[in-house]
T-cell receptor, first 113, second 111 residues
């Protein structure tokens, strides 16, 4: 039982490049989330999903897109990376059975130069 | 505007003492509040949840209080140990299973 996994762990992009971050969970959780964490700021919600095939915007969605084609996977895309998107990205999942505990992945450290 | 405030200064505490962290919030009406622990280079890990109709919750050496009138939660680590050194995050329910996180408060337990 791996929990929540994220790939890659580290990535360096040049401004304007694109990439996709992958989040996978093996707990059959309905809800999944993408956050970013910057120094001196709390975790901020980018996008989230309440089930397979659904996505919704969080607090800071601009510049990102997401897809949830399979229940266990939640993809975060950056179409044209900007230096302001340099951050640590965390994925989390949540069971639909009311425990309210979010399970986090280990994070992806992204640098955009 | 909505705010969640945690002390930005690290709390340095002697081993064996009780560490107390504060989480204050404005313009939220959370049905519950959670505390997470985050170690450097790792994702947050859930510790405790307290609901709006609960005053206090305990788990081993951890205790959380929730005062919806003061809009404040206190998080206590009793008999602190060096292994308790980490950053602790307060998180509020925003509805629809979304959370709003504070910036976190670092605790350093000195042997």
């Amino acid at each position: 039982n791996a929990g929540v996994t994220q790939t890659p762990k580290f990535r360096v992009l040049k401004t304007g490049q694109s990439m996709t971050l992958l989040c996978a969970q093996d707990m059959n959780h309905e809800y999944m989330y993408w956050y970013r964490q910057d120094p001196g700021m709390g975790l901020r919600l980018i996008h989230y999903s309440v089930g397979e095939g659904t996505t919704a915007k969080g607090e800071v969605p601009d510049g990102y897109n997401v897809s949830r084609l399979k229940k266990q996977n939640f993809l975060l895309g950056l179409e044209s990376a900007a230096p302001s998107q340099t951050s640590v990205y965390f994925c989390a999942s949540l069971s639909q059975y009311g425990s309210y505990e979010q399970y986090f992945g280990p994070g992806t450290r992204l640098t955009v130069t | 505007s909505q705010k969640i405030e945690q002390n930005s200064e690290a709390l340095n505490i002697q081993e064996g003492k009780t560490a107390t962290l504060t989480c204050n919030y404005t313009n939220y009406s959370p049905a519950y509040l959670q505390w997470y622990r985050q170690d450097p280079g790792r994702g947050p890990v859930f510790l405790l949840l307290i609901r709006e109709n609960e005053k206090e919750k305990r788990k081993e050496r951890l205790k959380v209080t929730f005062d919806t009138t003061l809009k404040q939660s206190l998080f206590h680590i009793t008999a602190s140990q060096p292994a308790d050194s980490a950053t602790y995050l307060c998180a509020l329910d925003r509805g629809n299973n979304r959370l709003a996180f504070g910036k976190g408060n670092q605790v350093v337990v000195i042997p």
